[in-house]
């Protein structure tokens, strides 16, 4: 998902710095939003089935690896955090110059291609390493993550189906 909206974000570089009514910036666009939805058709059909039981079975773990991962969590977590956050400030940054100037406080110029890149770098930062820390947090919190009643309410409707 970060690099769908990275190309996305991107879209906006070839929309400053081509002149206006050229097939040349429709085209270069066109390439960064089909690059865009081609990343994200490729996550779909590539999501491995392995993953899945994640999030529909609870998790037993070992003691000593529960302990493990946690420590790896709190470290990437740590780490993550470091990359979230100026990435989050790109992209309020990106999105704040891009809205003054759509508008017209301020004049579209060739400068706002660095805008364009910040917030497609912000963007994908974000997206990056909010997942990855998702991700950990899934597996050292499974057991609270199985205790939530929607997790109750699918496993209930999924053995409903399967002795259907």
Same mark, same amino acid.
């Given at each position: 998902?970060?690099?769908?909206?990275?190309?996305?974000?991107?879209? =906006? +570089?070839?929309? %400053?710095? &081509?002149?206006?009514? @050229?097939?040349?910036?429709?085209?270069? /666009?066109?390439?960064?939003?089909? *690059? =865009? +939805?081609?990343? %994200?058709? &490729?996550?779909?059909? @590539?999501?491995?089935?392995?993953?899945? /039981?994640?999030?529909?079975?609870? *998790?037993?773990?070992?003691?000593?690896? &529960?302990?493990?991962?946690?420590?790896?969590?709190?470290?990437?977590?740590?780490?993550?955090?470091?990359?979230?956050?100026?990435?989050?400030? &790109?992209?309020?940054?990106?999105?704040?110059?891009?809205?003054?100037?759509?508008?017209?406080?301020?004049?579209?110029?060739?400068?706002?291609?660095?805008?364009?890149?910040?917030?497609?770098?912000?963007?994908?930062?974000?997206?990056?390493?909010?997942?990855?820390?998702?991700?950990?947090?899934?597996?050292?919190?499974?057991?609270?993550?199985?205790?939530?009643?929607?997790?109750?309410?699918?496993?209930?409707?999924?053995?409903?189906?399967?002795?259907?």
């Amino acid at each position: 998902m970060g690099l769908c909206f990275l190309f996305w974000a991107l879209a =906006g +570089i070839p929309y %400053v710095m &081509l002149p206006t009514h @050229t097939s040349w910036r429709i085209l270069g /666009i066109a390439v960064c939003v089909v *690059l =865009g +939805i081609g990343v %994200v058709i &490729l996550g779909m059909f @590539t999501e491995q089935e392995d993953y899945k /039981i994640l999030r529909k079975e609870p *998790l037993l773990f070992d003691y000593e690896f &529960l302990k493990e991962l946690s420590k790896e969590y709190i470290s990437i977590k740590k780490k993550y955090k470091l990359v979230a956050i100026p990435s989050t400030f &790109l992209f309020v940054v990106g999105i704040l110059i891009i809205a003054v100037t759509a508008r017209g406080y301020i004049e579209w110029t060739e400068y706002h291609s660095l805008v364009f890149l910040g917030l497609a770098v912000g963007i994908f930062g974000f997206v990056q390493s909010i997942g990855i820390m998702d991700a950990y947090e899934l597996l050292v919190k499974n057991e609270q993550y199985c205790d939530r009643f929607i997790f109750k309410v699918k496993r209930q409707l999924k053995n409903k189906i399967d002795r259907f």
